[in-house]
């Protein structure tokens, strides 16, 4: 499967995250290099997003974290984060966003850049085009258009970049005036 891994950089000290151990070890590790990382955060639980967790945290020593909803498949979780909970990166500072739908724990992080943008990493949560998927059950798609609406929508600018788990990233302004057709058509 296609997946995006996101490493983050502190340009002040150097420290660095990595968003989704998806697959490829070797390749993440190279990309990591030798300044290597602290933290390891799984956006949710479906095994695309974390086949490659165990042997990266093993190389570097990072820790590992994910929403306690959906740490319970992991392979290695030394910390869970809830909604509210913020992850330092260096000088910079994540914040977590629970969006329940995809999977019962998903999350997203929000960097707020304070000379810039801010930057929203999604998961599989929020896509250009629409919600994850939430396999046809109309409750999980509620909770998760609301979650996505409310929380991402109703609170971030229209210039927020985000970044989903697969395939190309996009604005919020760009996908907002299409949140009507989300809701009409269900996913």
């Known amino acids: 499967m296609d997946n995006n891994a996101y490493l983050l950089r502190c340009r002040a000290t150097g420290t660095q995250l990595l968003i989704d151990a998806a697959a490829e070890p070797e390749r ?16 949710h639980q479906h095994a695309d997003h974390w086949g490659a967790l165990a042997a990266v945290v093993e190389a570097t020593g990072a820790r590992s974290l994910a ?7 992991l392979p290695v979780i030394t910390d869970t984060v809830v909604d509210g909970d913020t992850i330092q990166v260096g000088r910079c500072t ?12 998903s999350i997203a992080l929000l ?4 000379h810039g943008i801010p930057h929203l990493f999604t998961g599989d949560s929020l896509f250009p085009g629409g919600v994850g998927n939430t396999r046809g059950n109309p409750d999980n798609f509620r909770s998760l258009i609301n979650d996505v609406e409310t ?8 210039e927020t ?4 788990g697969h395939g190309a990233d996009s604005t919020l302004g760009a996908e907002r005036p299409h949140l009507p057709e989300w809701h009409a058509r269900g996913w």
Do not use: C, M, Q
């Not at 993440?28 to 956006?43: D, K, Q």
């Open 28 to 43: 993440l590790l190279e990309l990591i290099g030798p300044a290597s990382v602290e933290t390891v955060v799984t956006t």
């Open 67 to 73: 929403h306690p909803l959906d740490a319970k498949p």
């Open 94 to 105: 994540l914040e977590v966003i629970h969006l329940v739908g995809h999977t019962p724990g």
């Open 111 to 114: 960097y707020r850049d304070p």
């Open 151 to 158: 929380k991402l929508f109703g609170r971030l600018p229209d």
């Open 161 to 164: 970049w985000f970044y989903p």
